[in-house]
């Protein structure tokens, strides 16, 4: 069993930068892979970007790639997402996830309770 907690959000504005972090407990953090996940009201669930258990691989949604960063310090059983140039869009519930390098969802069996992102116009 993993225990993820999300903390870094808040209110921004367009054209800003945050930067969200996720501890883990519980089991090995280091064996897995991770995943950043998004929801906005009324929206389903979308896929932001997922890194290897080691770091040397990661991906991202399009809406996301070269603003937002994926990263990890296995010694710290840390996963962050620095984003920068923050949109409007952007606005969400940012969860993290494991323990899968996925776009899907459904394919991740751990979550964190979310952290609320705002980026005003």
């Known amino acids: 069993q993993v225990q993820l907690l999300e903390s870094g959000g808040g209110l921004v504005q367009a054209g800003g930068s945050l930067r969200l972090s996720c501890a883990a407990t519980?089991?090995?953090?280091?064996?897995?892979?991770m995943g950043w996940f998004r929801q906005a009201p009324g929206k389903e669930r979308e896929f932001v970007a997922a890194i290897t258990w080691s770091g040397g691989v990661t991906k991202y949604a399009d809406s996301v790639k070269g603003r937002f960063t994926i990263s990890r310090d296995n010694a710290k059983n840390t996963l962050y997402l620095q984003m920068n140039s923050l949109k409007p869009e952007d606005t969400a519930v940012y969860y993290c996830?494991?323990?899968?390098?996925?776009?899907?969802?459904?394919?991740?069996?751990?979550w964190g309770q979310g952290t609320q992102v705002t980026v005003s116009s």
């Open positions: 519980g089991r090995t953090f280091s064996n897995y892979h």
């Open positions: 996830a494991g323990a899968a390098f996925s776009n899907n969802p459904g394919d991740y069996g751990y």
